[in-house]
């Protein structure tokens, strides 16, 4: 896979293991016959550790051998987070510092997560790009302030903390980015 070709949310394989990237940047050359530099922000799977990676436009990484398996979450305990395959009923268990990022949007009746598998082991989970969740506390509007695109923060169901506008109440539903965790409409 061509370098301009990787988006965020792929799997690609670096340095021998799968890595998922986070984010990517492209830096344009100011002068003449020089390269397009792509820069991603990409976690390791197997070890956990985040890694950059710094490609030119011509290079490529291949993509990594794993199976996403669609899953439910089942509980959580004190160390780890279970999950439910779908199609076989097999039960994955993956550590909360694991996910730490993840836990933050998924609650139990989420759909469309994947268990990303690689060599016959759960290394993480893949969360849709946007979410919907209820806000739990937020501060009441200022009557008179709608006219200017003002925040406040707001706790959402799964104890998350973000920025929403101001004319936002307690007990709605809204659409968050999980990647990016900013607030997106109501749902």
């Known amino acids: 896979m061509l370098a301009k070709e990787i988006k965020s949310g792929a799997i690609v394989t670096f340095q021998g293991s799968p890595c998922l990237i986070q984010s990517v940047s492209v830096h344009t050359p100011s002068a003449r016959g020089a390269a397009t530099l792509y820069k991603y922000r990409a976690r390791n799977l197997v070890t956990k550790q985040k890694v950059d990676i710094t490609l030119k436009g011509s290079e490529s990484l291949d993509e990594a051998d794993f199976s996403k398996r669609l899953v439910k979450l089942m509980y959580t305990d004190a160390t780890h987070v279970h999950f439910l395959d779908q199609a076989d009923f097999n039960q994955y268990s993956i550590e909360l510092a694991q996910l730490s990022d ?48 003002r925040t406040k923060p707001a706790t959402l169901e799964t104890g998350f903390v973000l920025q929403v506008p101001e004319y936002l109440k307690e007990g709605e539903q809204i659409k968050v980015d999980t990647r990016t965790g900013q607030y997106l409409s109501r749902a």
Request: overall charge negative.
């Open 102 to 149: 993840e836990l933050q949007f998924l609650v139990p009746e989420l759909e469309d997560v994947y268990a990303l598998i690689y060599q016959d082991e759960c290394v993480g989970i893949q969360l849709p790009a946007t979410v919907e969740l209820k806000v739990t506390q937020c501060d009441p509007g200022v009557k008179g302030n709608s006219a200017t695109s």
